[in-house]
């Protein structure tokens, strides 16, 4: 199907489709970096100028420098943008809250909640959304009639009447890339990464600092792995990262015995994340993380490599 598909053509037809269905109004669109939240922006941008707004939500969950990263790309790509910084909100609503589900539907509300404020502000009377085929096929087509977020925990509620514009909807992810490709959006090879963000990397109570600790370490796992896939000492796991645990184990420092954070250290291989197989990792890289992590992370003074497959453990702690 791919081979015969006319990027360059369907890139016309979306913009005129969009411009075609927003009219004169002005629609927004939640960015999260993502190849098809991007993607949909930079169509939709090209239909409407800047009575298009891409939000970009930072709720103090994102990893190192990601931020930054969205907001430049967004701009190289002349997507109208704004990044809205919401780290107490998201910590304020998150503080003592130890339970996996609640803590993401309460990312999920408090998503929406940010959203919502700032489609008003811009009296935007349309959503964009990256949707693609598979994220309703697989839901047996039931999120056709929600709205999805790129949190993937809920809709956006029906409230807020804005009416869905959906430029990928028809598309998957491989033609998607080639539309992105068309487009001179970087697509962007990066791992998959969870809409709740480090939140469910951090097992227990996501505070700052734990928050601090599992971006901290999550950098360092990133960085070892890809320079030692880059010099060809392993090859790229399909998605790697770190988990902080919400126990202390001792440690010795000096002459005392200290009780500190541990760190486990998740690599597995995957197609789709459906199944998945730890990473065989050579020893010295992982000896280079857990030396890296125990000296540069404070509080930290116990990594531990995740041996476990999927099923019947998942790829996430959470
Ligand atoms: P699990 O942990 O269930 O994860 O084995 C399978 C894959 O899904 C990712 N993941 C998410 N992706 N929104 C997403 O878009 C989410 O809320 C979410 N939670 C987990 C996970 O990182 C893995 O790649």
Same mark, same amino acid.
């Given at each position: ?160 009447? *804005? /009416?869905? %514009?959906?430029?990928?909807? +028809? =598309? ?8 992105? $490709? @068309? ?63 919400? *126990? /202390?184990? %001792?440690?010795?420092?000096? +002459? =005392? ?8 250290? $998740? @690599? ?51």
């Amino acid at each position: 199907m791919s081979s015969v598909f006319d990027a360059k053509g369907f890139i016309e037809e979306q913009v005129a489709a969009i411009r075609a269905a927003v009219g004169e109004g002005r629609a927004i669109i939640a960015c999260s970096g993502g190849v098809d939240s991007t993607t949909a922006a930079v169509l939709a941008s090209r239909a409407l100028g800047d009575r298009l707004l891409g939000v970009y939500v930072d709720t103090g969950l994102m990893r190192k420098g990601e931020t930054e990263q969205v907001s430049k790309t967004l701009k190289s790509l002349r997507v109208t943008s704004k990044v809205v910084h919401t780290a107490d909100t998201f910590f304020g609503a998150l503080k003592g809250v130890t339970d996996p589900e609640r803590k993401r539907t309460i990312i999920g509300e408090k998503f929406i909640e940010v959203f919502e404020r700032e489609a008003e502000g811009f009296r935007a009377g349309f959503l964009v959304q990256g949707t693609i085929a598979p994220d309703w096929i697989e839901s047996g087509g039931q999120l056709r009639d929600r709205i999805k977020t790129h949190h993937n925990v809920g809709g956006l509620p029906a409230v807020m009447k *804005l /009416k869905l %514009v959906e430029p990928l909807r +028809d =598309l998957y992810k491989d033609e998607v890339r080639q539309v992105a $490709r @068309a487009l001179g959006v970087s697509v962007s090879e990066r791992q998959p990464f969870p809409g709740p963000a480090l939140a469910v990397r951090c097992l227990g109570e996501v505070t700052p600092e734990a928050v601090e600790i599992v971006r901290a370490a999550c950098a360092i796992v990133e960085e070892e792995i890809e320079a030692a896939a880059k010099a060809g000492a392993m090859s790229l796991p399909w998605q790697y990262f770190a988990v902080l645990l919400p *126990l /202390k184990s %001792v440690g010795v420092h000096g +002459d =005392l015995r200290v009780y500190g954070r541990i760190v486990a250290l $998740r @690599a597995v291989e995957s197609v789709d994340g459906m199944t998945a197989a730890y990473s065989r990792i050579p020893h010295e890289v992982l000896d280079r993380i857990s030396v890296r992590i125990t000296n540069e992370v404070r509080d930290v003074n116990r990594v531990v490599y995740d041996v476990s497959n999927k099923p019947p453990a998942t790829i996430e702690w959470e």
